[in-house]
């Protein structure tokens, strides 16, 4: 099956996540607060986007029940994928919604473009195998975190470890394997080429996956982030004066 190819080619990856620093340090309720705030602004503007790859998605379905998956998608983040969120920053002890407001970091960045990449440029398969690594790898890590008895009483995570293990319980079939399920009908009546597209943006989502908690563990930002805010600062002073001047 194709997804069996995927999830065996992304397993080094998905490896490399499960050891990862900051995921790690969710499992044993250890993660430093600068960490968990630059993870929550990155992540509250990353969905914010995604929202908007999704509508962008359904532009090119045709069928109501394709349509049906994207706005399902849409709705899980707009009413649900807040609740991880307030999590990390009760942990860190701060204001939600001033957390609203960063500009995407360069990993964050990419990531976003590569989805709008995906959606302009691919195949329905193509767009599932993109969008996948983010439903999947975290039901992975909280599956293994699960499993290991991270979600005990002491840990202050067990609320995000749980969300994310156990929002595949409600009698369907957990949402990364629908995925799975649906690129492998897909895949078996797609050319080589989609097939080979679609490959490269699955294990391209699964290193930003990476990425992303790479980005925030060690807060990476942009190295000359002040000269682009005095460059847009500039623009909009430069305006302004334009407008008194005419
Ligand atoms: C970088 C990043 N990747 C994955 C998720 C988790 N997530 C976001 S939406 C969704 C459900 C499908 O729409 C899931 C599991 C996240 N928060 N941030």
Not at 63 to 86: G, K, W
Not at 111 to 120: F, L, N, P
Not at 133 to 147: F, G, H
Not at 165 to 179: R, T, Y
Request: with cysteine; glycine share 2%.
């Amino acid at each position: 099956m194709f997804s069996d190819d995927l999830k065996k080619m992304a397993r080094p990856i998905l490896e490399e996540i499960y050891h990862h620093p900051f995921v790690t340090g969710i499992a044993k309720g250890q993660v430093a607060k600068k960490a968990l705030i630059f993870y929550v602004e990155q992540d509250y503007r990353y969905l914010t986007e995604f929202i908007k790859i999704y509508a962008n998605a359904i532009i090119k379905l045709d069928s109501r029940q394709d349509m049906a998956f994207f706005s399902d998608a849409i709705n899980f983040i707009l009413n649900n994928e807040s609740f991880p969120h307030q999590v990390f920053c009760q942990i860190a002890d701060v204001d939600y919604k001033k957390l609203q407001h960063a500009d995407p970091a360069p990993k964050a960045y990419l990531y976003k473009s590569h989805m709008h990449q995906a959606v302009d440029t691919g195949s329905l398969l193509t767009v599932l195998a993109a969008f996948q690594p983010c439903p999947w790898t975290y039901t992975e890590i909280a599956k293994k975190q699960i499993s290991e008895g991270a979600n005990n009483q002491r840990n202050p995570f067990t609320p995000w470890i749980n969300f994310y293990g156990e929002s595949s319980d409600d009698g369907n079939e957990p949402l990364a394997n629908q995925i799975f399920l649906w690129m492998d009908r897909l895949a078996a009546r797609s050319s080589d080429k989609e097939k080979n597209q679609a490959r490269d943006f699955f294990l391209k989502s699964c290193e930003l996956e990476w990425q992303f908690w790479e980005e925030a563990y060690y807060q990476q930002d942009w190295r000359f982030k002040k000269s682009h805010s005095t460059a847009s600062g500039d623009f909009i002073k430069w305006s302004n004066s334009n407008i008194q001047k005419f």
